[in-house]
């Protein structure tokens, strides 16, 4: 459960074991292993995504840090769509600072707010739009939200996206 866990959020998790298993000796042969699949984006979800972003005139890309191990394609993805990038604290590192397409991770700054104000389609990667992100959940986020995320459970608690994507 632990690790099926971390593979959808990464990050810590806690692996109980009892002292007496501790102390047994190991059983005979190999311990089992359980393959995780990560889910798959649904394929009519991607073509009504595509024509969202054809449509977009100030698309913005938000890294959260379930992007992190996708940041090739983000940065491949930003430079395709021209899009500035927005981190998260936890999605810093997604796009090197120096990028030119790298917004910075502080919405607090009238800059960023603004960058935000003006994009007409948000593009969230692994991100759960907290709090401090969010200036307390104050930020006008564009209602052409694509919130992509392993957790569906995290569409619509804070923004409510038009497009979820489960991948």
């Known amino acids: 459960?632990?690790?099926?866990?971390?593979?959808?959020?990464?990050?810590?998790a806690t692996i109980e074991v009892a002292t007496d298993v501790m102390a047994a000796p190991p059983p005979d042969g190999s311990p089992p292993v359980a393959r995780?699949?990560?889910p798959g984006p649904?394929?009519?979800a991607l073509a009504?995504?595509?024509?969202?972003?054809?449509?977009?005139?100030?698309?913005?890309?938000?890294?959260?840090?379930?992007a992190r191990r996708?940041?090739?394609?983000?940065?491949?993805?930003?430079?395709?769509?021209?899009?500035?990038?927005?981190?998260?604290?936890?999605?810093?590192?997604?796009?090197p600072t120096g990028h030119p397409l790298h917004a910075g991770s502080s919405v607090?700054?009238?800059?960023m707010r603004h960058l935000v104000e003006r994009?007409?389609?948000?593009?969230?990667?692994?991100t759960r739009f907290s709090q401090e992100t969010t200036a307390n959940w104050t930020l006008p986020i564009p209602q052409?939200?694509?919130?992509?995320?392993?957790?569906?459970?995290r569409f619509g608690r804070t923004y409510q996206p038009a497009e979820g994507i489960v991948a």
């Open 1 to 12: 459960e632990a690790f099926a866990h971390m593979a959808l959020d990464p990050g810590p």
């Open 36 to 38: 995780i699949s990560l």
């Open 42 to 44: 649904d394929p009519g």
């Open 48 to 66: 009504r995504v595509r024509e969202m972003l054809k449509a977009a005139d100030a698309p913005l890309v938000w890294a959260g840090g379930g």
């Open 70 to 95: 996708a940041a090739s394609e983000v940065q491949a993805l930003a430079e395709a769509l021209d899009a500035p990038v927005i981190t998260t604290y936890n999605g810093k590192g997604t796009l």
């Open 108 to 111: 607090e700054e009238p800059s």
């Open 119 to 126: 994009a007409d389609l948000c593009l969230a990667l692994g």
């Open 144 to 153: 052409a939200l694509v919130h992509v995320d392993l957790d569906a459970g």
